[in-house]
Nanobody, 124 residues
Framework: QVQLVESGGGLVQAGGSLRVSCAAS????????MGWFRQAPGKEREFVAV????????AYADSAKGRFTISRDNSKNTATLQMNSLKPEDTAVYYC?????????????????WGQGTQVTVFS
């Protein structure tokens, strides 16, 4: 089992920045690719970004490219999503997820472990 706990969500004005983090425990963190997803009210959960086990490869949703950066620190068992130039449409609950089955999974079904989520609200 892998336990994931997100932190760092909050309220931010449009154009601002926010960093959300994910702390992992339970298994060898470097065995898992880490992804970030989000879910806005009334919408399906959507992919945001993913980072490979060793941190060398990343992939982003089009909505995140150029504004968000995913990173990880395998020595600290953490994954981070730095979000810049935030827009009101980025408002959602952000979830981190872990998968040992896919190197760069972009679908929810690729992931086996999920955190409880952290709320990000962007106001204009």
């Amino acid at each position: 089992q892998v336990q994931l706990v997100e932190s760092g969500g909050g309220l931010v004005q449009a154009g601002g920045s926010l960093r959300v983090s994910c702390a992992a425990s339970g298994r060898t963190f470097s065995n898992y690719a880490m992804g970030w997803f989000r879910q806005a009210p009334g919408k399906e959960r959507e992919f945001v970004a993913v980072i490979s086990r060793d941190g060398r490869d990343t992939a982003y949703a089009d909505s995140a490219k150029g504004r968000f950066t995913i990173s990880r620190d395998n020595s600290k068992n953490t994954a981070t999503l730095q979000m810049n130039s935030l827009k009101p449409e980025d408002t959602a609950v952000y979830y981190c997820a872990a998968t040992a089955r896919y190197s760069l999974g972009t679908w929810s079904r690729h992931y086996d472990y999920w955190g409880q989520g952290t709320q990000v609200t962007v106001f204009s």
